[in-house]
């Protein structure tokens, strides 16, 4: 078969000429030379669409990745926003929950104070029964003094008169009762022991009351204090695990819309040059199909001016298919065009606030 040198020595020489036209043998030459350049022509075309189409593949498999990496980052943030809530909800019935335990330790604190005025009040009275008790020890101690050992006086002897005539005897006198002053000092010293002993038994049972209940009101503030810092610790931990939680979402949300413009401006510079080469191989085609454009080459190149040279006209089938795989590509190029746009707006949705997507 003649090859692409034979068809540009006969486009410069054009046919020979004989009797009844053109040379048969020339012409079956150029023929089968331009069917030879059209063929490698549309291998090297289908060539480059299919690296083209691999291409595409391959941007509609990371576009792919790339919304799935949009929907599990989405569905980060919402959890991460769930979690958010739910520790603020946690710390608003904490801080409610230490209100309510400081105003407890108030209410304590007051009724401590009152228990501590009832204590001192207590001991005052305790201080004034005191008083009392040594008053009538003092007048038990008088009255001890006024009554003479070994009770009343006895009566004193007359001296015995002269004998007389013994008279007629009388009946001596009943001796006269002693005053019952010992039985009243015993009455009244039992009584004022009685009261002092019921006195003391009232102070030191009052006292233990009220160092019992000072005790156990220490001990109840002591416990929710405890269980304040406790809360607080808690509540302290949960925030800045939150807060670690949602730098975090945020830093891996700012990488992944970092890479997803970057992805998206490799895109669009493939896509750019995907349409250069698209522009190019359609003006290459055009070129190469132009009759006219030919004819005017081998014209313009032709030595020999007497000579008429005519090309023959190239089958149109294969410039239908050529024009179908171009439209199967634009259309290609359309949907992709239509991904990357959703793609936007994805990641304009995305950089919207949380109360603008609610």
Known sequence: MPSSQTLSALQEKGFRTTFRGFDKNDVLAYLNALDNENRQHSAEQEEQIAQLQAQLDKMRSEQSAARACVEKLQSDLSAANQRAEAAEKSAAEVVARAKSVEERATA?????KENQQAVVEWQFRCRDLQKQIDEYEKQIAEYEAMIPKGGMPAPKQEPAPAPQPAPQEKPEPAPEPKAPQADVTEEARIEARQILMEARLKADAAEERLKQQAEEQQGRMTEHARDLAASLAMLRERVTRV???LSAATAD?????TAIYQALDATGADFEAFGAELRHFGENTAKGNCPAAQAKVRH??????????????????QVQANNANTHRLRRAGDTRRS????????LERLNQPAAARK
């Open 108 to 112: 304590n604190l007051s009724r401590n």
């Open 243 to 245: 807060d670690e939680r």
């Open 253 to 257: 949300l700012d990488d992944a819309t």
């Open 300 to 317: 313009n190149k032709s030595a020999q001016p007497a000579a008429k040279r005519v090309r023959p006209v190239r089958s149109q089938p």
């Open 339 to 346: 991904v990357s746009q959703d793609l936007n707006a994805e």
